[in-house]
């Protein structure tokens, strides 16, 4: 049996360095001091003796968490709960990694918080190959760690078994440059084993006609749909099919990547309502789908927002609307507002008539034509026409 003054001696070392002292007594009470051996005021005393090593370990983490990482005092500890740091040495180099790699202070504090675990990983080993591998894909240190703080799962997966596999299979697809687009916007890719929906829903795809140009967008640009479960995926193609929809054209692209979202059946129902306000039935709603997928995955005020600009105020049927539906995807503040301002005030000034005047013509040339036709043409008469168009002049005081 171990005497109680040795135990005391323990328990005294213990306390004075509890970092490095702590797994050897673990240790040495987990294999030498079986229950049976101690006396009732022994085993108090162990109780005792395991419990602040245990406080002392839980309080150095909390303190490494609030000091070192920049988390709050009440994220700290909740986050303390997940591990278990023994010293500060190797959290330390894993901190100086991801600032060496452009981490800000609010990124690793956001890091640490989402995947405190990753401070106990095998800096050298694991983390620093995995951080150069995806800075060697031409990704910014900005874009690598706003990417890796919204997805630090992508550092827990293996190099060699996954993230180069998914690379290589990228590549066989695509060009560089939007391998880095994928990484930035849908680099969950790089979590899933591409070969077990990935692949065969390309082969989908395939199967039914889409050439390569349409999978090779798809893949680029709306990772996420391929990504869906492969049953799942097949009924999404044959309704877009049964829609209307030619594989062989970007919009189909674009209805598979909406129709694969979660929300898409919630947000169809609710669109189909808000566009009713403005006289569509539901069949001009899938229509106005057919012609540019996008305008139905807008928001309620977006669409109230535009149709009543369009409709009250520059006096656009909603009929009219309808067979060019691309115009609800322009951006009210720069493109929309402003086009209309100064198309409001050639009006009011009998400059223009509505007779000549047609969404596309307002709405489809690029800036730079658009302010040749309607802005410099009538400087002359309207001084003032360029400040409206930036916003800088109300129409009231033209």
Partial sequence: MVPLSKLKSLRLVCLLSPSTFASRAEILIARDLKPSHFSVQNR???RQ???EISEDQHNFTVNYLITSCGLSPEDAI???????LQSPENADTVLGLLRNHGF??????????????LLLARPEQTLLPKLEFFSSLGVSREDLAKTLVLNPNLLQRSLEK?????????????????????????????????TKKVVPNIAILRELGMPESCISLLLAHCTHALIHDTEKFRQVVKE??????????????????IMCRSYYKRILKRNCEVYSRWGWSEADVLSAFRRRPECIALSEKKI???????????????????????????????????RCSVVRVLLSKGLINTEKLSLHSVFGPVEKEFLERFVDSYLGEVPQLLCVYQGKVDIQDV
């Fill in 162 to 194: 996954q993230l180069v596999p998914t690379y290589n299979f990228l590549r066989s697809l695509l060009p560089e440059k939007n391998i880095v687009s994928v990484f930035k916007y849908n680099s969950s890719i790089f979590l899933q084993a591409h």
């Fill in 44 to 46: 108090i005393l162990c």
């Fill in 240 to 257: 877009v099919k049964e829609m209307g929809f030619n594989l062989e054209k970007s919009t189909s692209v674009l209805a598979i990547s």
């Fill in 49 to 51: 003796f395991t419990s």
């Fill in 78 to 84: 909740s986050t303390s709960k997940w591990i278990k």
């Fill in 304 to 338: 109230m927002q535009t149709m009543d600009l369009l409709v009250n105020k520059m006096g656009w049927s909603s009929e009219i609307i309808l067979k060019s539906p691309y115009v609800l995807n322009y951006s009210l503040q720069k493109r929309i507002n402003p």
């Fill in 104 to 117: 800000s202070t609010i990124q690793i504090s956001k890091f640490c918080k989402t995947r405190p675990q």
